[in-house]
T-cell receptor, first 115, second 113 residues
Framework: NAGVTQTPKFRVLKTGQSMTLLCAQD?????MYWYRQDPGMGLRLIHY???????AKGEVPDGYNVSRLKKQNFLLGLESAAPSQTSVYFC??????????????FGPGTRLTVL | QQQVKQSPQSLIVQKGGISIINCAYE??????FPWYQQFPGKGPALLIA?????SEKKEGRFTISFNKSAKQFSLHIMDSQPGDSATYFC????????????FGKGTMLLVSP
């Protein structure tokens, strides 16, 4: 049981390049999330998904796109990377809420630098 | 617009002391208040959580105190240990719509030996 995994762990991009971050979970969770973490800014939600084939915008969605073609995978895309997107990106997943505590399980993160 | 305000930004406590981190919120629609712990180079992990119908929840050395009328909640770490050195995030969840969490900005705790 690997939990939540993220690929890659590190990446350096040049301004204008594109890339896709992959998140995978093996806990059969309905909900999946992408956050970015910047010093002094906490965790900010980029996009999230409440089930296969669905996505929704979070607090800071601009410059990112996501897809959830399979329940266990959640992809985060940067079409044209900018230095402002230098950050540590975390994926998380959780069970459907329904009154439960809705614990989010986080992956180990991807450190992205855009030059 | 920051919906969950966390303080302090950083905290140094001696081993055996009490660490206290505070959070305040304004939206009364929040119905679940978790704390997450993050060690360097790792993803955050749920530490302890509380619902607003109780004023305190304790798990081992970790206690959440919740003041609904003041819209504040705090994390107390008793007998703090060097292994508690980490970044702590408070968060809050809305009780309607989809259950996304709004996080505070985090507190970096250092417990000195």
């Amino acid at each position: 049981n690997a939990g939540v995994t993220q690929t890659p762990k590190f990446r350096v991009l040049k301004t204008g390049q594109s890339m896709t971050l992959l998140c995978a979970q093996d806990m059969n969770h309905e909900y999946m999330y992408w956050y970015r973490q910047d010093p002094g800014m906490g965790l900010r939600l980029i996009h999230y998904s409440v089930g296969e084939g669905t996505t929704a915008k979070g607090e800071v969605p601009d410059g990112y796109n996501v897809s959830r073609l399979k329940k266990q995978n959640f992809l985060l895309g940067l079409e044209s990377a900018a230095p402002s997107q230098t950050s540590v990106y975390f994926c998380a997943s959780s069970y459907l809420s329904g009154g439960a505590y809705n614990e989010q399980f986080f992956g180990p993160g991807t450190r992205l630098t855009v030059l | 617009q920051q919906q969950v305000k966390q303080s302090p930004q950083s905290l140094i406590v001696q081993k055996g002391g009490i660490s206290i981190i505070n959070c305040a919120y304004e939206n009364t629609a929040f119905d679940y208040f978790p704390w997450y712990q993050q060690f360097p180079g790792k993803g955050p992990a749920l530490l302890i959580a509380i619902r607003p119908d109780v004023s305190e929840k304790k798990e081992g050395r970790f206690t959440i105190s919740f003041n609904k009328s003041a819209k504040q909640f705090s994390l107390h770490i008793m007998d703090s240990q060097p292994g508690d050195s980490a970044t702590y995030f408070c968060a809050a969840r809305m009780n309607s719509g989809y259950s996304t969490l709004t996080f505070g900005k985090g507190t970096m705790l250092l417990v000195s030996p």
